[in-house]
């Protein structure tokens, strides 16, 4: 099993807009796409995020490489776009992939 992560920091002003969109909107929009079979969304509270600040993981679930190469090949381009035309230079963020062991 592997995880496709996305972690995202924003100010504390955006915070519930973001939740709220990424639940109603985004993350359906991922799950849609077929490439992942759950998700999951947490926000770091250890170590305490820079005063002002949020700072949120969302993680995506898969099975086979291939499926985050479809998603990142496929989809990833409009997906991202939407999160920038939405909050533009307001939030930063950085993905990884994780490979479960046990």
């Known amino acids: ?3 496709y992560s996305v972690t995202v ?3 504390r002003s955006l915070q519930e ?3 709220a969109w990424m639940q109603a909107e ?3 929009d991922v799950m849609a796409t077929g ?3 759950s998700w999951m969304l947490q926000e770091l509270i250890d170590p305490e995020p820079d005063a002002g600040t949020a700072t949120f993981n969302v993680q995506y679930r898969f099975s086979e ?3 985050l190469e479809r998603y990142i090949g496929e989809h990833a ?5 939407a999160v920038s ?3 533009g230079s307001r939030l930063v963020s950085f993905r990884t992939v994780l490979k479960q062991l046990s």
Request: glycine share 0%; aromatic share 16%; net charge negative.
């Open 35 to 37: 490439c992942f079979e």
């Open 17 to 19: 807009d973001w939740i």
């Open 9 to 11: 920091t924003l100010d």
């Open 26 to 28: 985004h993350i359906p």
């Open 77 to 81: 381009p409009q997906l991202r776009r």
């Open 85 to 87: 035309e939405r909050y």
């Open 1 to 3: 099993m592997f995880t």
């Open 65 to 67: 490489p291939e499926s």
